[in-house]
């Protein structure tokens, strides 16, 4: 059965503090893994995409890499205004599939 | 360039009454699709249209749920009648192939 994992459900950081977000995934026929960020009462925003393992892609303080079996999404230095749920998805063709988010609080 | 549009944002209403959601999805985005969030969940598909043709629809509570995309470019989503379970947002997206998902805001439904 095609599965999206994410860990951890939430992550308090303070200004500054790096850390890693998990998207582990089992599907057949990986066709692409996205990224996401969803503010409170907004639809997700597209982060990246990453194709094939070895991948990695930098967006400012975000950087996403990505194995064969999961993903990281890095956050160096972090600021208050990167406080939102991330979200992982995996293609499949036509079928997307999401985890349950990442809620990333980023104390000043 | 204009993104995914819906409409309402927000609605109330009482268990067992009706409910009708809008999407427009970007210009020339064949493909698009329903999802619904739950709080503290991931979008979950309810139905996928390519073009005004539906490519999945096997997660659609179809006793309560229908949807249609007259004419391959918006869309609506209703629910009639109306449970407590299906207070969540209803997302929107669209996709231009093989790339990403193009969310809209989003509607956010309560069911009282």
């Known amino acids: 059965e095609d599965q999206v994992t994410q860990s951890p459900e939430a992550l308090r950081l303070q200004e500054g503090e790096s850390s890693s977000l998990n998207c582990s995934y089992t599907?057949?026929?990986?066709?692409?893994l996205f990224w996401y960020r969803q503010d409170p009462g907004k639809g997700p925003e597209f982060l990246f995409t990453?194709?094939?393992a070895g991948e990695e892609k930098e967006k400012e303080r975000l950087k996403a890499t990505l194995t064969k079996k999961e993903s990281f999404l890095h956050i160096t230095a972090p600021k208050p205004e990167d406080s939102a749920t991330y979200l992982c998805?995996?293609?499949?063709?036509?079928?997307?599939?999401f985890g349950t988010g990442t809620s990333l609080t980023v104390i000043p | 360039e204009a993104g995914v549009a819906q409409s309402p944002r927000y609605k109330i209403i009482e268990k067992r009454q009706s409910v009708a959601f809008w999407c427009n999805p970007i210009?020339?985005?064949?493909?698009l699709y329903w999802y619904q969030q739950i709080l503290g969940q991931g979008p979950k598909l309810l139905i996928q249209?390519?073009?005004?043709?539906?490519?999945?629809d096997s997660q659609l509570p179809k006793d309560r749920f229908s949807a249609e995309r007259l004419k391959g470019v918006d869309s609506t989503l209703k629910i009639q009648p109306a449970k407590l379970e299906d207070s969540a947002v209803y997302l929107c997206?669209?996709?231009?192939?093989?790339?990403?998902?193009?969310f809209g805001e989003g509607s956010r439904l309560t069911v009282l």
């Open positions: 210009s020339g985005h064949a493909t």
């Open positions: 998805a995996v293609n499949t063709g036509n079928q997307f599939y």
């Open positions: 249209f390519q073009n005004n043709g539906v490519v999945d």
């Open positions: 599907v057949s026929g990986l066709r692409g």
């Open positions: 990453l194709y094939s």
């Open positions: 997206a669209s996709r231009w192939a093989p790339g990403e998902l193009f």
